[in-house]
Nanobody, 127 residues
């Protein structure tokens, strides 16, 4: 059974940073692509950053480009997303998602071709 569990959200002050973690289980990690999405109030869900678990290729989208780092730890079956320079506009629910097959990060992050989703975690940027 595929499971994706997000952690690391919460309340962050403007200008601060956070690290989100996605713990994955129940599928072949080495052939998958895992990514982070978010839904902010009043907007559609959008892809942020995705990574191929086989070779580490990434795709980063504009909302977090230049202020984020996505990383994988295959031994721990975890994908982390660190975002800095947080703004109130970053407030929303952040989701982890997996595409169970290659090819890679673009298809997940841009074409939204996810097979499974996590439950989501709230991130609030406020003073």
């Amino acid at each position: 059974q595929v499971e994706l569990v997000e952690s690391g959200g919460g309340l962050v002050q403007p200008g601060g940073s956070l690290k989100l973690s996605c713990a994955a289980s129940g599928f072949n990690l080495d052939t998958s692509v895992i990514g982070w999405f978010r839904q902010v109030p009043g907007k559609e869900r959008e892809g942020l950053s995705c990574i191929s678990m086989s070779d580490g290729r990434t795709y980063v989208r504009d909302p977090v480009k230049g202020r984020s780092t996505i990383s994988r730890d295959n031994a721990k079956s975890t994908v982390n997303l660190e975002i800095e320079g947080l703004k109130p506009a970053d407030t929303g629910v952040y989701y982890c998602a997996v595409r169970l097959s290659q090819p890679g990060p673009f298809r997940l992050c841009v074409l939204d071709e996810a097979n499974h989703w996590g439950q989501g975690i709230q991130v609030t940027v406020s003073s």
